[in-house]
């Protein structure tokens, strides 16, 4: 279902999904911080929902919650997007603490999620494992 291999997207297309995202809530009270990375879980807690959607639902909300969860990814660590040869795949790039560059792929979290193939809690426990070391 990972469409984001694509390379016709680029770093201005995911922050334009992400502002659509932010658009949907009510109040638009989302902003790109810690707080809304630990906000993601709960759109995940219903599985009977998540396994009625479509692939092409499951397509949208991958694009738009994997934008937003890049887009806070990227301010929080001071990242920026990139496009990885290697893994074919859109992502955050940042510096970690060993000052090497690291990789974070946020669609990978969401597409799991919407596969059902992670856990209530998981994308709070991906950041807190990332926090360790960025």
């Not at 929902?49 to 909300?61: F, P, V």
């Not at 992502?91 to 560059?101: F, L, P, Q, W």
């Not at 059902?116 to 360790?132: S, V």
Request: with cysteine; aromatic share 14%.
């Amino acid at each position: 279902m990972d469409h984001t291999r694509e390379p016709k997207f680029d770093p201005d297309s995911f922050t334009r999904l992400a502002t659509e995202f932010v658009s949907t809530f009510p109040g638009n009270t989302l902003s790109y911080d810690e707080r809304a990375i630990l906000m993601l879980d709960s759109l995940f807690t219903d599985c009977d929902a998540i396994g009625k959607y479509s692939d092409e639902e499951k397509y949208r909300i991958l694009l738009f919650v994997g934008s937003f969860l890049g887009e806070c990814l990227a301010k929080v660590f001071s990242g920026r997007w990139v496009y990885q040869d290697v893994s074919e795949r859109w992502g955050i790039e940042v510096i970690a603490k060993s000052n090497e560059t690291a990789f974070l792929n946020p669609f990978y979290k969401i597409e799991k999620m919407l596969d059902l193939e992670e856990e209530a809690g998981a994308i709070e426990y991906w950041y807190n494992i990332t926090k360790t070391i960025i």
